[in-house]
């Protein structure tokens, strides 16, 4: 955000008119959104703080009844946040227990104008005690730019933090937006245009990106008349022996998303279980690895799906390791993975970039010990490394799963409600991501896309959701994007 502002003053817009925009916002926010009453900004002595001050001056001139409490002397105040405190000509105290808990009594809405995105270190005990009893009032709270005392760098709590019922900030999100904890603390978020102009995303060039199918719209595969079944590409999925709903779940939603052909590959003991499967579902038996290498010795099987219930054993590193030879795009979900977790460097050899990982918390702590095990960076840079130290793309998965390439290229997706946390739900996520594949989308491309698809099949279901609804939810998503 720093550098937004400093190329937004570039282009002429000065930072104290960026502010004066902030506060406009924000004011239009609160008024639009509360009923008019008594109103409290809690301020401090940086730029979020002078924007609280902007925010004071304007409802006041509104008739609202305003008054500011400052965490420390005005004089501490310097450049546009000093400017913007002496244009305030109200009430203004200074911040302690006992005068908040005085003057919040009564009132209809508290502003949150402490920190900002400034904050990088834990709250202090003074401060901690106004935070929770803000918390404990009950009164709703506007927080600027993002609550005070989260990290807008990684979304964790400094200590304590504001637990905002709306949080107003400017230009684009920022991650403390976007990963829990601090989503959670957020609230309603609002990203509101203060004058900074598009062009300057242009020269920043961000490496993070919020996912949209104004992401991959563009790139995705969408039926054409000339298509036939083997143009879609043919998906083969691994299944295990005894959690075959695992294998099912994935094949059923790789070939709702539009995948060709789909073939369950199993041993002969559980092969009978996979052929009750969809009518449209292929199998075939394979015994050994023998077997396996003549079934993948089809060309025109073009991706291949391995870890769903396969089992964690020797058996299944080789499978996955077999698989990887033929240079073809993998996704190693589940138990793929966690075959690896004693020697993870075995596999990263194997890995190449068209290759995609999909660990929950717990895998990926098993198969990147070491990134995972890092307490100061955020989820963001634990995955931009992972997928360099495997060579491919990983999705971390999560309520703010994460997907990166080894290029640091990353996107957060936002759009997974908390129903997703079920049993199988990774397996249909599994499953889209190789029909997305199978029909020619890149693997990055189609991590990104397949994340937001299952996540908005899962809010269009509800309550009440099991994974085995989310395969027919699909067409409905789809439906969707395409208008």
Not at 228 to 251: D, F, I, P, Q
Request: charged share 25%.
């Amino acid at each position: 955000m720093y550098r937004a502002d400093f190329l937004a003053s570039k282009n002429g817009i000065s930072s104290y008119q960026l502010m004066r925009n902030a506060g406009k916002r924000i004011a239009r926010e609160i008024i639009k959104k509360h009923q008019k009453g008594r109103v409290l900004i809690l301020c401090g002595r940086g730029n979020n703080g002078g924007d609280g001050f902007v925010v004071a001056r304007l409802l006041s001139a509104r008739g609202w009844p305003v008054q500011v409490g400052i965490l420390k002397s005005l004089k501490k105040m310097k450049d546009d946040a000093l400017r913007a405190s002496e244009e305030w000509e109200g009430v203004t105290f200074e911040l302690s227990l006992p005068q908040l808990k005085k003057r919040i009594n009564g009132c209809s809405v508290v502003v949150d104008a402490l920190f900002g995105i400034g904050l990088n270190r834990p709250v202090k005990e003074n401060i901690k005690g106004l935070i929770n009893a803000i918390n404990k009032s009950e009164i709703p709270c506007v927080s600027i730019d993002i609550p005070s005392g989260v990290d807008a760098d990684s979304g964790k709590i400094l200590g304590t933090a504001i637990k905002a019922n709306e949080t107003i900030s400017f230009f684009r999100p920022k991650l403390g937006h976007i990963l829990f904890p601090g989503r959670e603390y957020s609230g309603n978020l609002i990203i509101s245009d203060i004058g900074i102009p598009d062009s300057v995303i242009q020269k920043i060039k961000p490496t993070i990106f919020l996912n949209s199918p104004k992401l991959w719209n563009k790139k995705f595969p969408w039926p054409s008349y000339q298509d036939h079944k083997y143009s879609r590409g043919h998906a083969l999925v691994m299944g295990g022996e005894e959690m075959t709903g695992a294998a099912r779940l994935a094949a059923r939603a790789c070939l709702r998303i539009g995948s060709g052909l789909v073939t369950i590959a199993a041993n002969k003991s559980s092969s009978k279980i996979y052929k009750m499967e969809m009518p449209e579902i292929l199998s075939v038996t394979v015994d050994s690895l023998h077997d396996l290498k003549k079934i993948i010795s089809d060309k025109r099987k073009n991706v291949f799906l391995v870890g769903p219930g396969i089992g964690v054993s020797r058996l299944s590193s080789k499978k996955v390791l077999l698989l990887l030879s033929k240079k073809r795009p993998c996704v190693l979900d589940a138990d793929a993975i966690s075959a690896f977790k004693d020697s993870p460097k075995k596999l990263f050899k194997s890995v190449f970039p068209r290759c995609v990982l999909t660990p929950h918390e717990g895998e990926f702590a098993r198969l990147f010990p070491k990134i995972a095990k890092r307490k100061n960076i955020n989820k963001v840079a634990k995955c931009v490394l992972a997928a360099f130290d495997a060579n491919g793309v990983v999705l971390l998965k999560g309520s703010d799963t994460v997907i990166s390439r080894p290029d640091g290229l990353s996107v957060v997706n936002c759009n997974a409600p908390p129903t997703l946390a079920t049993a199988g739900s990774g397996d249909v996520l599994a499953g889209i991501i190789t029909g997305l594949i199978a029909q020619g989308m890149n693997s990055f491309d189609a991590s990104v896309s397949g994340a937001w698809i299952h996540g908005e099949a899962a809010k269009l279901f509800g309550p009440g959701l099991v994974a085995d609804d989310l395969p027919n939810l699909i067409p409905l998503v789809l439906k969707k994007i395409d208008g």
